[in-house]
């Protein structure tokens, strides 16, 4: 904790030392601000899919990731099958 300020030139001092700390952050907050802006959408590929490794593998990692929720996977079991059900029908 800082010493208690007892005179008016003390006071001035600590504003104006407050004043450079506010600068100080205010740079700082749009430095991290602007680094936000410029890496928002790997940062969010990233937390959904994890860190790539590698470019190749990335649609892979989607469809893995995507492929293995069950609610998916029955949803694209029952449309194959209505699917070769309506191709069949459409041959007979």
């Known amino acids: ?10 006071l001035n001092k600590r504003i104006s030392d407050l004043k450079v700390k506010q600068l100080m952050i205010e740079n700082k907050l ?3 601000f602007q680094a936000l802006r410029e890496n928002f959408w790997g ?11 590698r470019a190749s593998s990335f649609w ?3 469809v893995t990731h995507v492929m293995e929720s069950e ?3 029955q ?3 029952n ?6 059900d ?3 029908d459409a041959l007979k």
């Open 60 to 62: 892979a990692d989607i």
């Open 79 to 84: 449309f194959v099958t209505k699917l070769t």
């Open 75 to 77: 949803g694209v079991k």
């Open 30 to 32: 749009d430095h991290n």
């Open 86 to 88: 309506k191709i069949g």
């Open 43 to 53: 940062m969010g590929l990233n937390s959904v899919f994890g860190k790539r490794t």
């Open 1 to 10: 904790m800082k010493k208690p300020i007892k005179n008016i030139h003390a």
């Open 71 to 73: 609610k998916l996977q």
